[in-house]
């Protein structure tokens, strides 16, 4: 068992920044793949980010390489996303994800811990 909660999120300006962070309890961290999706209003959740469990290899959805980075802090038991240069296509309900002893997959099938979500609003 494991649980996940973000937090992080907000109103910002397009071109500005935020770094959202999900806190994770109830097993060792360590053993998880980590990942960051988003879902806006009326469409489907998407991929945002993913890392694993070293924090060695990390996967991006092409609309965010070069402007996000996802990283990860064992000891602390917190996953990361840094967003820069945000744009107002980035509005959305942010989540975090884990699967325990996984690969840090693409697809939200390949997660079964999932957090509340927070929101993340950019305005134009």
């Known amino acids: 068992q494991v649980q996940l909660v973000e937090s992080g999120g907000g109103l910002v300006q397009a071109g500005g920044s935020l770094r959202l962070s999900c806190a994770a309890s109830?097993?060792?961290?360590?053993?998880?793949?980590m990942g960051w999706f988003r879902q806006a209003p009326g469409k489907e959740r998407e991929f945002v980010a993913a890392?694993?469990?070293?924090?060695?290899?990390?996967y991006y959805t092409d609309s965010v390489k070069g402007r996000f980075t996802i990283s990860r802090d064992n000891a602390k038991n917190t996953v990361y996303l840094r967003m820069n240069s945000l744009k107002p296509e980035d509005t959305a309900v942010y989540y975090c994800?884990?699967?325990?002893?996984?690969?840090?997959?693409?697809?939200?099938?390949?997660?079964?811990?999932w957090g509340q979500g927070t929101q993340v609003t950019v305005n134009s």
């Open positions: 109830g097993r060792t961290f360590s053993n998880y793949a």
């Open positions: 890392i694993s469990w070293s924090g060695g290899t990390t």
């Open positions: 994800a884990a699967q325990y002893l996984g690969n840090p997959t693409t697809t939200a099938r390949g997660y079964s811990y």
